[in-house]
């Protein structure tokens, strides 16, 4: 059996409209990071989400003041 280490990467090669690769680059220049950077961020929300929707709980967003603002729906 062979263990893989912690820093073993796999490329992969995706395809995205002009529209959504600005979006990744935007969102790059926001957190001061790359590509990979938001991707690996954007997988991470998404499996929080996930696994709260899976356990009967709901994703918000809120204001500074406590009051909720929006809750992320369609996952």
């Given at each position: ?6 820093n ?7 395809d995205?409209?002009?529209?959504l690769?600005?979006?990744?680059n935007?969102l ?10 938001v991707l ?10 996930v696994e709260a ?18 809750e992320?729906v369609?996952?």
């Amino acid at each position: 059996m062979t263990v893989k280490g912690k820093n073993e990467r796999i490329q992969i090669n995706l395809d995205f409209s002009p529209e959504l690769y600005d979006t990744l680059n935007n969102l790059a220049q926001q957190i001061n990071g790359d590509h990979a950077e938001v991707l690996l961020r954007a997988i991470a929300l998404f499996a929080v989400a996930v696994e709260a929707k899976q356990k009967g709980k709901h994703l918000w967003i809120v204001e500074g003041n406590q009051n909720l603002e929006t809750e992320v729906v369609g996952i």
